[in-house]
T-cell receptor, first 113, second 113 residues
Framework: ETGVTQSPTHLIKTRGQQVTLRCSSQ?????VSWYQQALGQGPQFIFQ???????GRGNFPPRFSGLQFPNYSSELNVNALELDDSALYLC????????????FGSGTRLTVV | GENVEQHPSTLSVQEGDSAVIKCTYS??????FPWYKQELGKGPQLIID?????GEKKDQRIAVTLNKTAKHFSLHITETQPEDSAVYFC????????????FGAGTRLFVKA
């Protein structure tokens, strides 16, 4: 089975711009979560989608938004980029609505200059 | 809000020795506790997990213990090997908010050959 794939792997944006990050979930997984991981820190929960509906959100402003598509791939959109948005963005997927561990992608490294 | 504290932040052991990483959680509704290993340039990988109805779980050289009363859980790695060197994250989640998972800040483990 394929794992979680994210694109692009690296990205450099200018402050104030908008960015879209993409994720393809592991086969059979219909739940996807996005995390932000600053250098030397643990992943911080941004939001989660289950069957195309957002069903959980962390302490991130509305300029962080997402989508999940019928094939369970997903996007993370960030508007009005700030320097502090520079981080590794991780996508993670799992099957169903029960509580168990994620399969993570390798992440997108976003640098805002 | 929910919080997971992890100690130590850095741990250095000699090959063959044991390593112990400890975490505490704040949300008494948490009932699922996964541990992840993150190697350089990769996303976190689930290595073991424990649920609140179990006090201990073992898988070859790794084991986890859970003390619900004290809200503590720990990871034990025996007979450490150089390939165990990585960053380890504990995490906690419950049945609300889409089972969102809160991560600790991580422990960087060095195993010296």
């Amino acid at each position: 089975e394929t794992g979680v794939t994210q694109s692009p792997t690296h990205l450099i944006k200018t402050r104030g711009q908008q960015v879209t990050l993409r994720c393809s979930s592991q086969s059979g997984h219909n739940t996807v979560s996005w995390y932000q991981q600053a250098l030397g820190q643990g992943p911080q929960f941004i939001f989660q989608y289950y069957r195309e509906e957002e069903n959980g959100r962390g302490n991130f402003p509305p300029r962080f938004s997402g989508l999940q598509f019928p094939n369970y791939s997903s996007e993370l959109n960030v508007n009005a980029l700030e320097l502090d948005d520079s981080a590794l963005y991780l996508c993670a997927s799992r099957r169903g609505s029960t509580n168990y561990g994620y399969t993570f992608g390798s992440g997108t490294r976003l640098t805002v200059v | 809000g929910e919080n997971v504290e992890q100690h130590p932040s850095t741990l250095s052991v000699q090959e063959g020795d044991s390593a112990v990483i400890k975490c505490t959680y704040s949300d008494s509704a948490s009932n699922y506790f996964p541990w992840y290993k993150q190697e350089l340039g990769k996303g976190p990988q689930l290595i073991i997990d424990i649920r609140s109805n179990v006090g201990e779980k073992k898988d070859q050289r790794i084991a986890v213990t859970l003390n619900k009363t004290a809200k503590h859980f720990s990871l034990h790695i025996t007979e450490t090997q150089p390939e165990d060197s990585a960053v380890y994250f504990c995490a906690a989640s419950g049945d609300t908010g889409g089972f969102k998972t809160i991560f600790g800040a991580g422990t960087r483990l060095f195993v010296k050959a």
